[in-house]
């Protein structure tokens, strides 16, 4: 059974950095496009970055720069650097497939900028 569990959310001050795992159970993350998406209450829940199969990632124009997806493979663990945050930054941050799964999402891990 695949099962997405996130964590490493905490508070932080502008400019700080946190970095976001996902431990996945059931799949590897290696043989599919993973991604991180974010979503406060009351807004649509948006794609933040993604990594597929091959390596290649995509980043939301608004943390280019800022946010690094990656994976170790050998752990299962897909990650989110993420640095020089903002106050926008606040989000409850979830991971899932590219093409996510409604079954799968998670509890998700927050995240807050505080200045």
Request: aromatic share 10%; with cysteine; glycine share 10%.
């Amino acid at each position: 059974q695949v099962q997405f569990v996130e964590s490493g959310g905490n508070l932080v001050q502008i400019g700080g950095s946190l970095r976001l795992s996902c431990a996945a159970s059931g799949m590897l993350i290696s043989d599919r496009t993973m991604a991180w998406y974010r979503q406060n209450p009351g807004y649509q829940r948006e794609l933040v970055a993604s990594i597929a199969a091959d390596g290649s990632t995509i980043y939301a124009e608004s943390v280019k720069g800022r946010f690094t997806i990656s994976r170790d493979n050998a752990k299962n663990i897909l990650y989110l650097q993420m640095d020089s945050l903002k106050l926008e930054d606040t989000n409850v941050y979830f991971c899932n497939f590219g093409s996510p799964s409604r079954r799968l999402w998670g509890q998700g891990t927050q995240v807050t900028v505080s200045s």
